[in-house]
């Protein structure tokens, strides 16, 4: 961890606290994580390679790795069944899943596979333990719940949000920190999960570490749950009758 201090002249500007060293790539104005962008790639890629694998024989009487996909997709869409509702649930579980599994190999290949791999200005990291990582997936939720409502009821999605002034502080309240608080639950966890590993691999590199690794690749899963289910969760309530509920 270092402290980086921003001047202006000799005057202290800002300072902020950055965990670790980042490869940084400059993409015109921008500058991205150049660690995120590569493990994110491999994330995608594995998920993407275990599918077509998966599926370019498809059998009538599954095995294999074609058996797991399907007790995988079988799970994810009971995910998105118990939270979204039986009549529209189907729809949803490319997304709920995607999510699902986006997260769980992101914080699964930080634990133990990337930490293999060295570059120059540090080692490769979940993708997770990004916080614009974990923000663009807070805010795909937050896109996702909002197109739900207003494909199911249009602008009338608004209505009953406006209903008293109570309501309406509720609502953009909800508006705010709903995706706040997605990105920051699974970003604190992911990285303190991984400055531990860290620093017990520094500390005792050869023993000690298993144990926890093992642990948290179990908080791994569970975030990914987590966070698929509250996403899920979110969309069923924009595709709920409010009218019946209230």
């Known amino acids: ?5 921003a001047t202006l002249g000799n005057q202290p500007l800002i300072a902020a606290v950055e965990v670790g060293k980042h490869l940084t790539w400059q993409l015109g104005p921008l500058s991205v994580h150049g660690q995120t962008m590569i493990t994110t ?8 390679g275990l599918t077509f694998i998966g599926t370019r024989k498809l059998q009538r009487v599954p095995s294999g790795l074609q058996n797991f996909l399907e007790y995988a997709y079988d799970l994810l869409a009971s995910i998105a069944r ?5 009549k529209q649930y189907r729809s949803w579980v490319p997304l709920i899943g995607t999510i699902f599994l986006f997260v769980l190999f992101a914080n699964w290949l930080g634990q133990l596979p990337l930490r293999l791999f060295h570059i120059p200005e540090g080692e490769l990291a979940s993708p997770t333990n990004d916080i614009n990582t974990t923000v663009a997936l807070s805010l795909i939720a937050l896109v996702s719940y909002i197109y739900a409502g207003l494909r199911k009821s249009g602008f009338g999605y608004f209505k009953h949000y406006f209903e008293s002034p109570i309501l309406a502080a509720v609502w953009v309240l909800e508006f705010f920190t709903r ?4 990105s920051i639950r699974l970003f604190g966890n992911i990285l303190a999960e991984e400055l531990v590993v860290a620093v017990l691999i520094l500390l005792v590199p050869i023993l000690v570490p ?3 690794m093992i642990l948290f690749l179990l908080t791994g899963a569970i975030q990914a749950l987590v966070f698929s289910t509250l996403t899920a969760s979110y969309v069923g309530e924009a595709v709920e009758d409010h009218d019946d509920h209230h």
């Open 1 to 5: 961890m270092e402290l980086a201090l």
């Open 41 to 48: 790639w491999v994330v995608m890629l594995l998920l993407i």
């Open 82 to 86: 118990n939270q979204i509702g039986e």
């Open 179 to 182: 995706p706040l608080s997605l």
């Open 210 to 212: 298993v144990p926890l």
